[in-house]
């Protein structure tokens, strides 16, 4: 296989990116009913505490509109606190709309920020890095960027990629990396095979700081030669050596690595690298999250509905065990 050799693309780092990753847990729609259940939440919980009373007074209109601002701007900031915090405040003393409401917002709590600590624990330890240019064959085909090639494959690779800006250099594989150390060409297409378990060609790939890619660029099948008629018994105790065994090409060539120590430079594989694309570290959105939402709409419409009929059994005079009461004097 041939595959596409660029330049180390750099690490992300610095405060805006680290600080960008406490938010990458949730989308942003998500984030947005966070604070909508958030908000209401708290505007309910004015409604049903006997605090509305004070704003209730017979004061003038200002300051019974400063006395509702302040009231639910405690209630909002106390709400958020609670969300921080995955829990809520144990009133045993509140009214039963208030009750039923800090029930669904409990469980809402509890199921987000159950799903919000399980990404963040994979999110804090991604690095992830640099946009490149380089990253398939049609970005550097589309901007006419210079790819050194080995000379051997000079007619195979330009019928397959016709539109490349292709330099193919007389001295091989060490012609290329020279080329590319003079500016000739930005990157490289390189058999793997050829140079992967070479130490002289992986130190040049790691003095110009170079990694090996999955890009594709060209592939020759290769086979053993054998006589037609071994072909058979030889293809099943390959099969039969890596199935029992494991032992397989890509083992003894890993073996081979691992015992000559070729790898201790410098990282020379792009996916050892702590790529990660966004797909790999899907955010939750807002309908992953349907069941505590609708649990918190069931119980926002049953406190609302509770609390109605105890407004209305006040404004008849009659007595309401809906409202704030004592444990021991209900009835």
């Given at each position: 296989?041939?595959?596409?050799?660029?330049?180390?693309?750099?690490?992300?780092?610095?405060?805006?990116?680290?600080?960008?990753?406490?938010?990458?847990?949730?989308?942003?729609?998500?984030?947005?009913?966070?604070?909508?259940?958030?908000?209401?939440?708290?505007?309910?919980?004015?409604?049903?505490?006997?605090?509305?009373?004070?704003?209730?007074?017979?004061?003038?209109?200002?300051?019974?509109?400063?006395?509702?601002?302040?009231?639910?701007?405690?209630?909002?900031?106390?709400?958020?606190?609670?969300?921080?915090?995955?829990?809520?405040?144990?009133?045993?003393?509140?009214?039963?709309?208030?009750?039923?409401?800090?029930?669904?917002?409990?469980?809402?709590?509890?199921?987000?920020?159950?799903?919000?600590?399980?990404?963040?624990?994979?999110?804090?330890?991604?690095s992830g890095l640099e946009?490149?240019?380089?990253?398939?064959?049609?970005?550097?085909?589309?901007?006419?960027?210079?790819?050194?090639?080995?000379?051997?494959?000079?007619?195979?690779?330009?019928?397959?990629?016709?539109?490349?800006?292709?330099?193919?250099?007389?001295?091989?594989?060490?012609?290329?990396?020279?080329?590319?150390?003079?500016?000739?060409?930005?990157?490289?297409?390189?058999?793997?095979?050829?140079?992967?378990?070479?130490?002289?060609?992986?130190?040049?790939?790691?003095?110009?700081?170079?990694?090996?890619?999955?890009?594709?660029?060209?592939?020759?099948?290769?086979?053993?030669?054998?006589?037609?008629?071994?072909?058979?018994?030889?293809?099943?105790?390959?099969?039969?050596?890596?199935?029992?065994?494991?032992?397989?090409?890509?083992?003894?060539?890993?073996?081979?690595?691992?015992?000559?120590?070729?790898?201790?430079?410098?990282?020379?594989?792009?996916?050892?690298?702590?790529?990660?694309?966004?797909?790999?570290?899907?955010?939750v959105k807002p309908e992953?999250?349907?069941?505590?939402?609708?649990?918190?709409?069931?119980?926002?419409?049953?406190?609302?509905?509770?609390?109605?009929?105890?407004?209305?059994?006040?404004?008849?005079?009659?007595?309401?065990?809906?409202?704030?009461?004592?444990?021991?004097?209900?009835?």
């Amino acid at each position: 296989k041939t595959v596409l050799v660029i330049p180390k693309p750099g690490q992300k780092g610095g405060l805006a990116y680290e600080t960008q990753k406490v938010l990458e847990p949730f989308t942003f729609g998500l984030w947005g009913v966070i604070i909508a259940v958030t908000v209401t939440a708290a505007l309910l919980s004015v409604w049903f505490s006997d605090r509305e009373m004070v704003a209730k007074s017979k004061r003038a209109w200002k300051k019974r509109r400063a006395a509702y601002f302040r009231l639910i701007l405690d209630a909002i900031l106390e709400k958020g606190m609670f969300f921080f915090s995955a829990g809520i405040e144990q009133d045993t003393g509140a009214s039963l709309p208030h009750k039923v409401l800090m029930f669904g917002f409990g469980f809402f709590i509890l199921i987000a920020v159950s799903a919000y600590v399980a990404e963040l624990a994979a999110m804090l330890t991604h690095s992830g890095l640099e946009p490149t240019k380089y990253g398939s064959m049609k970005q550097i085909v589309d901007g006419n960027i210079p790819i050194c090639c080995h000379p051997a494959l000079e007619e195979e690779i330009r019928q397959k990629w016709p539109k490349a800006n292709w330099i193919f250099p007389y001295d091989g594989f060490n012609g290329m990396f020279d080329a590319y150390h003079r500016g000739e060409c930005k990157v490289l297409a390189i058999g793997r095979e050829d140079t992967i378990m070479n130490i002289d060609y992986l130190k040049r790939v790691c003095e110009h700081d170079l990694v090996y890619t999955d890009v594709l660029v060209h592939e020759n099948p290769i086979a053993f030669p054998i006589r037609p008629e071994l072909a058979a018994a030889f293809s099943y105790w390959m099969y039969a050596a890596e199935k029992t065994h494991g032992v397989s090409l890509e083992s003894a060539k890993q073996a081979f690595i691992e015992r000559n120590e070729i790898k201790t430079q410098c990282e020379v594989e792009l996916s050892n690298l702590n790529v990660k694309e966004d797909d790999d570290f899907p955010r939750v959105k807002p309908e992953n999250m349907i069941l505590p939402i609708m649990a918190f709409v069931a119980c926002v419409f049953t406190a609302v509905a509770l609390q109605l009929i105890h407004e209305w059994k006040r404004k008849k005079g009659r007595k309401s065990s809906i409202g704030r009461k004592s444990t021991l004097d209900i009835f």
